[in-house]
């Protein structure tokens, strides 16, 4: 099955895949000064995954200065007050580790893959980094370069990538997520280091993050580490992570983007949705078994209607993902095969959206899919990094351990009345954002 | 620069993953052989397959014809149609997916303990009892045109097709690996059939199994999903090509604001006695991580490119090493110049001694990371098979790493590396680039 290869071209949004939560039984403990500790224990290999991450992401800028969370995660590689530029990713390799870091609209992360005999190590490194960071424009400015090429790399030489853009822009009014994670490029050129410095200074401090270790070892042995190294750096005062949030939303919205280098068209309507975190997320947990039954694979509504029965469609599916501190979204996608206008492509995913919320799901799609949901869960444990990833990111962004744990359970609990509610209460075409990804000189798609 | 601690043996550093891995041989009572890791910690098992001969088999004018079979084995077989097959996998929480590859066809299965032998029944079935059915096929057809039209503008892309047909013309490698629009629309049902028949056999086929199940009863399930297979797939060659890179650089012109630029020359075989230390050298030179030469230059001292690397890609009968960069346009030529002169240094006078234990530290030290997951080690197993690493190689694997001498490094850096044979293409409209050699 090819599906999900085209769909996932036109949908990838962010770091986080399919909310590919389980049951990780972690261990989790606070430092005085703050912050928290979890701990996923698999010992298969004498290895550990070290995580940090901040409560902290693109959606936390100031207006007018996008790409400043991006920016500083790219900068946390370079001096400190101790350490030479680049040093930190030398002593890593020199230690046979492997190293990255992340940045999303609600937290930015930063992780090392280590033998577990050097997670001492890299624990001082990152201790390190968390508060005593040099701001050198000699390091500054090369790095803005590296930035606009990773943008021009991600985004402008895409034509797609440029499209989901102008659709988040265009859903999210007032929110932030409106505003591109690795920011506009006339804002990164603008940049000062003061804005760097400022916003690393504001929201860099060991109450405001996250330690989340994963591998050979238990909280036990992680307590005198965590303390030595992360105890001793002092909490301070944080702000509150106030957004604006998004007004009543009344009109339908389409965006268009025809470019010459377009082969294969594709449309998409994005309606605002709530995640775990907004007053409506009681939705949530029906709105992700609504997205494994419209779009969830070969046998999905979306696919099966329009993919293999109507033949309309190369690749159909929905995409949904609750995991935020903020609003989220609820996509439906298709691309045509040849010969099919986008108006007819529209008008059967607007039949599937209309069928949902008139006539509801069936009490067996809704058990086949809550079936497969709760397998999802035993298969994420499997990976070191996997339980890392899920809970560092629901703690960054609103959640708790408790709300990963009983995930399974939550899911199982979903009912087909709430999932005929969640497609009620969300499905409002006056909120929601239609786009059209065409080539060059293509025919006007409207009905 | 200040050194943080102080020097690591590497014999303590390099935790040997066999300490914690034991691979098995199972060889089931029809004869067919796996390896396999035991891993009861969760109750799931991952299986990694594959045949040998990958897409470079499809006959002239079949191209792409290994990876249409690749997204259709899944859809229907035996008395499932592709809806009922799918369903089926959907409701056993099973992943089963295909791929071929230029020199292999591989297979991976992922399934909860509590369905294992339907699990490998629909394994079975899909390799033995491929339906193939009209509608199907015309789906599957209609998504891999879609996907190459989709491609046909996409830079990276456009690089890699230029780079393969310029390198390997008339050679199976210089070929699109799913195919042409015209390929790819005259496949029947019969060449997909004739496909299974001729080249998934038990003699060409390998198998890697990690998780919750024990040689005994993955003995008996080798049996019941591979033994229907013909005993032999049906014999092929294809000759050793090297690769025609002779220092030019091709431009392909496209409206696009950042110019992509992937550079190769000929490399060393996976079985080639010098692979090891060419391996460490090109870790020196633009390796993983950040710390590599090209990273240096390209990247951290004038931000030239967000992503920049080297990496050795051996096949059966090429090899590569090949790298890429991504460079906004006005500054594309000195991207060029500046790679092929951090090529040149590495040929002229190799790794510095600290280099090179760095290096072989991190390759070392980094060796078991890669034993993250049930699939990972799967894959990996199937890996050491396919290019005859042996049972043992997850032990002797570091070795071979701390073998590599200084003079080693230095005589193989002079032998591969050749700045004047680095073929270059550049997607975009780069500016700087006639002069840039």
Redesign the interface.
């Known amino acids: 099955m090819i599906v999900r290869l085209i769909l996932f071209l036109l949908l990838a949004v962010g770091a986080t895949p399919m909310a590919a939560a389980g049951v990780f039984n972690p261990e989790s403990f606070t430092l005085a000064n703050g912050m928290q500790v979890v701990v996923v224990s698999n010992h298969r290999v004498p290895v550990v995954t070290h995580m940090v991450w901040y409560k902290v992401g693109a959606a936390d800028e100031p207006m007018g200065k996008s790409g400043i969370a991006h920016f500083l995660e790219h900068l946390m590689f370079k001096a400190t007050e101790t350490r030479a530029s680049g040093e930190f990713s030398k002593i890593v390799a020199r230690n046979g580790g492997r190293e990255n870091a992340f940045t999303s609209q609600d937290y930015t992360g930063y992780f090392q893959t280590v033998a577990v005999d050097r997670l001492p190590l890299v624990m001082e490194l990152e201790a390190d980094r968390m508060r005593n960071l040099r701001f050198d424009a000699e390091e500054v400015e090369p790095e803005r370069l590296v930035i606009l090429e990773e943008r021009r790399q991600r985004t402008d030489v895409s034509p797609r990538a440029i499209l989901r853009e102008h659709v988040n822009a265009t859903l999210f009014m007032n929110h932030p997520y409106g505003t591109p994670v690795i920011g506009w490029a006339h804002e990164i050129k603008t940049l000062s280091i003061d804005d760097l410095q400022s916003f690393y200074r504001r929201w860099y401090a060991p109450n405001n993050a996250i330690l989340v270790v994963a591998g050979d070892i238990t909280a036990a042995e992680l307590r005198p580490l965590a303390e030595r190294f992360y105890g001793a750096i002092p909490s301070q005062t944080m702000p509150e992570r106030a957004r604006p949030q998004e007004p009543p939303q009344s009109a339908a919205r389409r965006v268009e983007l025809r470019d010459a280098r377009v082969r294969q068209p594709s449309w998409s309507r994005s309606y605002l949705a709530p995640g775990y975190g907004s007053p409506e997320g009681r939705h949530a947990y029906a709105l992700e078994v609504l997205d494994e039954i419209m779009g969830g694979g070969a046998t999905s509504r979306m696919y099966r209607r329009l993919v293999v029965e109507n033949k309309l469609a190369v690749s159909a599916g929905t995409w949904y993902d609750p995991d935020g501190l903020g609003p989220s979204r609820f996509v439906f996608a298709g691309s045509p095969r040849p010969g099919i206008s986008m108006a007819r492509i529209e008008e059967a995913i607007a039949a599937e959206v209309a069928g949902v919320v008139a006539d509801g799901v069936t009490a067996t799609e809704v058990a086949r899919a809550r079936r497969r949901m709760r397998a999802s869960a035993v298969f994420a444990r499997d990976s070191l990094g996997g339980g890392a990833r899920v809970l560092g990111a629901a703690l960054a962004s609103g959640g708790n351990i408790e709300m990963v744990e009983t995930w399974p359970d939550r899911i199982a609990a979903v009912t087909v009345e709430e999932v005929n509610a969640a497609a009620k209460a969300v499905f409002l075409d006056t909120r929601s954002v239609t786009s059209l990804l065409l080539p060059e000189g293509a025919e006007e798609a409207r009905r | ?2 050194i ?2 102080a020097a ?1 043996l590497l014999a303590v ?3 040997s ?1 066999a ?3 034991e691979v098995q041989r199972v060889v089931s009572p029809g004869g067919i052989e796996a390896w396999l890791v035991e ?1 009861h ?4 098992i ?1 299986l990694n397959l594959a045949f040998r001969g990958g897409n470079a088999l499809d006959p002239t004018g079949k191209e792409g014809l290994a990876n249409m079979v690749s ?1 259709l084995l ?2 229907g077989a035996g008395e499932y149609d ?2 009922a097959f ?2 089926r996998l ?2 056993l ?1 099973v992943t089963l ?1 295909f791929n071929a590859g230029r020199d292999a066809f591989s297979g991976r299965l ?1 399934t ?1 303990t509590e369905n294992r032998d339907a699990a490998f029944d629909m394994l079975h079935l899909a390799l033995t009892g491929p339906r193939f059915d009209e ?1 199907p096929v ?3 057809r ?6 190459l ?2 491609d ?4 990276s892309y456009i690089a890699r097709r230029t780079m393969s047909r310029s390198l390997y013309a008339g050679h199976p490698y210089g070929r699109p690996g799913r195919g042409t629009a015209e390929s790819v629309a005259a496949f029947t049902a019969a060449d997909l059939h004739v496909f299974v028949g001729d080249r998934l056999g038990r003699d060409n086929l390998v198998v890697g199994v990690v998780g919750d199940i024990d040689k005994a009863a993955l003995a008996a399930l080798l049996d019941s999903t591979f033994a229907a297979l013909p005993a032999a797939a049906k014999p092929w060659r294809l000759r050793d090509q090297a690769p025609a890179a002779r220092g030019d650089t091709m431009v392909i012109r ?5 110019s ?1 630029i992937l550079f190769a020359q000929p490399g060393v075989k996976r079985d080639d006695p010098d692979f090891y230390v060419a391996f460490v050298v090109n870790q020196v030179l633009g390796g ?4 590599s030469r090209l990273y ?1 230059e390209v ?9 920049i690397g080297s990496r050795l890609f051996p096949l059966n009968h090429t090899a590569l090493m090949v790298g890429s960069a ?3 346009n006005p500054r594309a030529g000195e991207t060029v110049k500046l790679v092929r002169a951090t090529w040149r240094a590495m040929a002229e006078n190799g790794p510095t001694e600290a280099e090179l234990t ?2 072989k ?9 890669r ?5 990972h080690i799967a894959r990996m197993l199937v890996g050491m098979q396919l290019e005859n690493l042996g049972i043992d190689y997850l032990e002797r694997r570091n070795g071979f790493i701390e073998a590599v001498t200084l003079d080693d490094a230095r005589r193989v850096a002079r032998r591969l590396f050749d700045a004047d044979s680095l073929f270059v293409v550049v997607v975009g409209e780069p500016e700087g680039i006639d002069d840039a050699r």
């Not at chain 2, 496209?254 to 950042?258: C, D, I, N, T």
């Open positions: 620069m200040r943080l601690v690591i550093l390099a935790v993953p300490r914690a891995i891993d910690t969760n109750p799931i991952a997204g899944d859809e592709s809806q799918q369903g959907e409701d929480a997916s992922r909860l509608e015309g789906r599957i209609q998504q891999i045109l879609a996907g039209r989709a046909s503008e996409n830079p496209k409206p696009v604001p950042q992509w993983s991580g950040f710390t240096d990247r951290e001292k004038r931000g030239l490119a967000y992503s991504g460079t906004a760095d290096v530290t991190y390759l070392a030290g980094s060796f078991p990371l034993f993250s997951s049930s699939g």
